[in-house]
């Protein structure tokens, strides 16, 4: 975690960053489902590590109307090695993004606008054929399969 002083981009400025590691010791159940196994080959199989890098970086401007400072808050997450054996723990290459507005008010009301993507590898089924479910292909984590649509949010949140 870092905060930046007042540059001429911005008033100040906090950046956060954080390393993930996971590893998989053993299956005690289920192992013939298990797509860490050794004859599973598909572009989704959990590898025994899994390592991933997340930042978020957000200038603020103070006052920029009386009583409403400005926030623009960014982030990116990717999986930088491996396949997590997890759900949503992450996979090599895949990862996601955002990037918004916000304003404070009075600091007691926030509003936020905020566009968030999501990127990662797919492959697809070299026969042509359709698998189970009706899916064309196997995406490598949940990343990957929401890869094509991004989403858009607005947010309001209060205190009291």
Do not use: C, H
């Amino acid at each position: 975690v870092n905060i930046f002083p007042k540059t001429a981009l911005f008033d100040i400025a906090t950046l956060a960053g954080e390393l993930t590691w996971m590893q998989w010791t053993k299956v005690t159940q289920n192992e013939a489902v298990f797509k860490g196994r050794s004859n599973y080959t598909a572009i989704d199989k959990a590898s025994k590590n899994f390592v991933g890098l997340a930042f978020n970086f957000t200038p603020t401007w103070f006052q920029v109307f009386p009583g409403v400072d400005l926030l623009a808050p960014m982030t990116w997450s990717q999986g930088i090695s491996g396949n997590s054996a997890v759900a949503f723990g992450g996979s090599e290459n895949g990862g996601n993004w955002s990037a918004g507005i916000g304003a404070d008010i009075y600091q007691q009301y926030r509003i936020d606008l905020k566009y968030s993507g999501y990127y990662g590898n797919y492959s697809t089924n070299p026969t042509g054929a359709t698998p189970a479910g009706g899916v064309m292909g196997v995406p490598n984590g949940a990343n990957s399969s929401l890869s094509d649509r991004g989403w858009v949010s607005l947010t309001f949140k209060t205190t009291f």
